[in-house]
C-alpha cells in the first residue's frame, strides 16, 4: 500500500505492506528529513495545528491497526538537531527511533487510558444504524432481501433527522459521521487518530514556530487564533433530560413557594440511551441538592467553587454511580393580579437564556469536561445541563434545559466575552495587554431572505452560543431514590434537619428490631424512609455513619430489587448501624407499666394530717430522678430528669 507524507521537505511516497510494524513507516519518515531531531517529529492527518502524535507512537502496531489505508496523507513536523540540542540531550542516529517502543508511545496516546462513562460503552459497542421495514412501494424483492429503499440508514442521516424535527446530531452520531467505522475492522477510536480537537481560542504561549518571544511580547500568525465565525453547533453531548420523579420538582418548589426568593440546585443523577435520536443521551435526574446560597426576589447569590462538591460527588458515586448531570435554578414571578400564576419572561421576543447564565454554564460546563476516546486531550466539551424553572405563556411553571457549545466555551476560557445590560446580547471585550481578541463574525439571513456575515464587534445575539435540549418525565417512574420526605439541605428558617428528628423517625419505625433476613412490611417502610437522598447526604455530616458504612447504606438503598428479604442484611452488619440502633433503642422512652385494678374492698388511705413532714432520710438515689420531676428538666428522648437550666441531656447528650 502507499503512505504521501507532506513535510517542509517536500512530498513522499513510501510502499509498506499492511502487516509490516509501524517503526517501518517512521524509519522511512526520518529518512526522509534534513536534520530532524527524531525526538520532535510529530505526524498528524491535518494541515492545521491540532490532532500531533510523536512520531515513535507508531512503534509497537502494524499500519493496518493504526488505522491507515492506502492514499492516506499525513502531515509531518519537526524541529533540527541544531534547534533540539540547546534543550535536550544528543539524539539518536536518523536511522532508528530514539524513544522506546514500551514507554513512550503510553505517554502519548492519552485517549486510550480515558475511562468513559457506561453510555459510552453502550454506544461504542453498537453500530447505531437506523433500521427501516420493508417498502410495499419501491422495493421488489423478497422479505429475505434488501436494497435502497430499506437498508439501514447512518445514524447521521441529514434526511431522517429533517423528517424527524431532530435539530442536532447526538454526539456519538456526531463521532461516526467525521470518522466512519472501516468495515472489518475495530470500530474503537483508540485504533485510529481520534477524529475530535478540542478548541481554543487562546494565544499558543510558547509560539510553535519559536521565531519570537511569547505573548504578549510578540505574536505571528502561527500562534494567534484564527477569525471566529460563530454559527448553530450541529452536535448536543446530551439530548434530553428526565427527571425520574414530579417529587423532585415540587419539592425543589417548596422554598420558593414559602419565601419567594429564587433557588439552585445540582442535578444528580446518571446518563441512559436514548432511543427516540439515534445513538441519543439521556440525562436522568434521580435527585437536587441545594449548596449554601443566598436568595432574592430577583436573583440569588452562590460561592463556587463549594466547599462540599467534593464529599457531595462522592456520596453521589455511592448511590450506584449517580453523578452531578447538571444544575436548575428558578427565575419565577407571580403575576400581580393572580398570584397562582407566574409571569412569562422567557419567549422568542425577549430570550430563553440570558447571555450571564450562558456565560455562567460555560464555566461550569469548562469545569466538568467529558472523558472520551474520541479526542487527543481525553476530555471533548461537557455533559452539564442547564435546567431553568420559568413561568409560561399560560401561567404555569415548566421546566426549559439547554446547554452551551463548545465556541463559548472557548471564548469564556479565552476571557473574549462578557455578559450585557440587554439579556439577549453578548459583548466582545476589547483587546488590552494580555488579551488578544480574533476577528468575530456571525451568518444571519437579511429582510431579503440572503445570507449576510457581520462582524460580532461589539456586541451578538446569545442565540449563537445555545444548544436546545428536549426534557420530560418518565411514563412508569422507577426513581432510585424512593422518599423525598426528609427535610432539604440550606434551607434555614423553612426546612431544619437534626439528630434528633433522624433518631424519632427510626424510633417510629422500629429500626431496631429489623433482623437479618426478615424482609416485609417492616423491612420495606425502613427501606423507603433511608432511600432518600437528602437524608443519605445529612448522615455523612453528623458522623454517626463513618465512610465505608454510608457507602455500604448508599448502595443498599437505591437497590432495584427492594422485596428481597435480604436486601437490608449489608446494612444491618455494618458497625455503624448497630451504634445507631443503640442510640435509637436509649432515646426511646420508657412503657409505662399497667396500672393495678383497686380492689373494691381496700380502704382508702386516709389523708395525711397537715403538720405531716417526710424526713430527709427517705429520699434516696432511687427515688431521685421522682423528686426532681417537679423542678428539673425532662428528656423527651430518654425520659432523664436533668438540672432546669441544662440545654442538653447528660445521659443521651441530645437537645431538650
Known sequence: MLIRVRSKDGNFRFEVNPTDDGKVLAKKIIESTVDADPNTITISNKPTAGGEVSLSALQGRTITNLGFKHGDLFFVAYKSADEGSASAAPSAPSTSVAPPASAEPQAKRVWETVKEDPVDDYWRARDGKIPRTRDAQFCKHGPNGMCDYCMPLEPYDAKYHAEHSIKHLSYHSYIRKLAPPQPGKQTSSATSLPPLDPITYRVKVPCPSGSHPSYPAGICSKCQPSAITLQSQPFRMVDHLEFSSPEIIDR????????????????????EPYEEVPMGIKAIVEAIHEPPQEGELDGLSLELPWDDEKRIEEMAGYARGQQIVGYIFTDLTPQAEDRSKSVCKRHANSFYLSSLEALFAARLQLNHPTATKSSRTGVFSSRLVTAVLSGTPDGAIDVQAYMVSEQASAMVDADMVEASVDPGIVRVKEEEEGRYVPDVFYRFKNE?????????????????????????????PSPAFLSTAFSIENRPGVEEQDVSSVIADLSRLRAGEVTLGQGGARTK??????????????????????????????????????DDAKVMDPVLLTDGWQTLMAIVQESQPARKRPSQPTPSTTTPAAAPPDDFVIPPEAFDDDDLPARAAGAGKTCPHCTYVNEPGAVDCEVCGLPL
Open 525 to 562: 417502610e425502613l427501606l423507603k424512609y433511608l432511600s432518600d437522598w437528602h437524608l443519605l447526604a445529612y448522615l455523612g455530616t453528623v458522623g454517626l455513619l463513618g465512610p465505608d458504612d454510608l457507602k455500604v447504606l448508599a448502595k443498599t438503598v437505591t437497590s432495584p430489587n427492594i
Open 448 to 476: 431579503y431572505g440572503i445570507e449576510v456575515k457581520q462582524s460580532a464587534k461589539p456586541c451578538f445575539p446569545v442565540e449563537y452560543l445555545i444548544v436546545t435540549l428536549s426534557h420530560g418525565f418518565p411514563t412508569t
Open 252 to 271: 425543589f418548589l417548596g422554598s420558593w413557594r414559602t419565601t419567594g426568593d429564587q433557588r439552585f440546585g445540582w442535578l444528580i443523577g446518571h446518563y
